[in-house]
């Protein structure tokens, strides 16, 4: 199964875009409007590198903005026989299954 950790800790998937830390937190800098086509290329270049025999279920995790999850829930969803959601603490759930 794969992983794909949406918080900004997930350097490949936010590569290009400006994030910096203050008081120990993690924030994006680079407008949203702009960091949607950034996230959006990353997380389809990620998609390609996963061979297509393993591409059967793909989970969801990390604390992030809801746009974040939407483009890469857009780019995932037709790639992966299953698409799951974690958000740490009540398991994972099954937000998209294909065939």
Known sequence: MKIIDLSL???ALYEGCKIEEVAGRL???????EAINIVGRNVNKLVTEVPQ???DEVELTGPMA???YLVVFHAVVHAFR???YNDGRSGAV??????
């Open 82 to 84: 299953r698409v799951t």
């Open 9 to 11: 800790s997930n350097a």
């Open 94 to 99: 099954v937000v998209a299954a294909h065939g």
């Open 27 to 33: 924030n994006l800098t680079t407008p949203v409007a």
């Open 66 to 68: 809801v746009w974040s």
């Open 53 to 55: 025999a393993e591409r």
